[in-house]
């Protein structure tokens, strides 16, 4: 009987898919930062240059390797997650905030 789910017919494509997953968040980290980079100078410039690390520890997280070094790049990788976070949440919080949503979104014509 053939699964359901097309994901668990070929199930060595798993690393392919995360990899993958993890080149889309570095996408969408550097387009994001490409936006605030137009309101915020330095709020851009560190979530665009936070693009490159995702990418590279998506990479890195994905390779082969033997058990034993497994549990230390599952550490390393969940500790650079969690500081990406903190310093997202840094970020969002000391960034200048528009008094009105006027100054937000300008009006054009």
């Keep these: ?23 889309r968040t570095a996408i ?13 100078l330095v709020a851009g410039l560190i979530v665009v240059a936070m693009a490159p690390m995702i990418w590279w520890l998506g ?8 058990p034993e070094v497994r549990p230390r790049r599952l550490l390393l990788v ?4 969690t ?3 903190l310093l997202a949440i840094l970020v969002a919080l000391l960034a200048h905030s528009p008094d ?5 979104l300008p009006r054009h014509g």
């Design 100 to 104: 009105s949503l006027d100054q937000l």
């Design 28 to 40: 969408a980290f550097a387009a994001v930062g490409a936006v605030v980079l137009r309101k915020e």
């Design 59 to 66: 990479r890195f997280a994905s390779r082969a390797s033997g």
């Design 78 to 81: 969940t500790a650079a997650v």
């Design 1 to 23: 009987m053939p699964p359901d789910d097309p994901e668990d017919s070929d199930p060595g494509l798993a690393w392919e898919r995360t990899r993958l997953a993890w080149a």
């Design 83 to 85: 500081a990406v976070a």
